[in-house]
């Protein structure tokens, strides 16, 4: 089994940043592409972005493209979300996901394992 932990998550003011990690078991962790998703109240969940296998590719959704940066340290088993410029509308439970083993894809549907999510707040 693939069990994902986030942490780093809070209370921050608009304009702020917070960095989330996510600690996997997945192994290898090299072989599993990474997201981040996002879920706000009486929202749907959605994919804030995602890390390919090694980290040279990533992928964001526009409305944080810019402001938010995912990261991995394979050595760590950990994938990282560093949020700057963060805004009210960002205010979400943020969930750590990994795709099935050496999937190809980083995108939507790839993904098979969740965390079980850090919420951020962020105050206007």
């Known amino acids: 089994q693939v069990q994902l932990v986030e942490s780093g998550g809070g209370l921050v003011q608009a304009g702020g940043s917070l960095r989330l990690s996510c600690v996997a078991s997945?192994?290898?962790?090299?072989?599993?592409?990474m997201g981040w998703f996002r879920q706000a109240p009486g929202k749907e969940r959605e994919f804030v972005g995602g890390i390919n296998w090694s980290g040279s590719l990533t992928y964001y959704a526009d409305s944080v493209k810019g402001r938010f940066t995912i990261s991995r340290d394979n050595a760590k088993n950990t994938v990282y979300l560093q949020m700057n410029s963060l805004k009210p509308e960002d205010t979400a439970v943020y969930y750590c996901?990994?795709?099935?083993?050496?999937?190809?894809?980083?995108?939507?549907?790839?993904?098979?394992?969740w965390g079980q999510g850090t919420q951020v707040t962020v105050s206007s």
């Open positions: 997945a192994r290898p962790f090299g072989r599993y592409g």
């Open positions: 996901a990994a795709t099935a083993y050496s999937s190809n894809y980083y995108l939507p549907p790839a993904y098979n394992y």
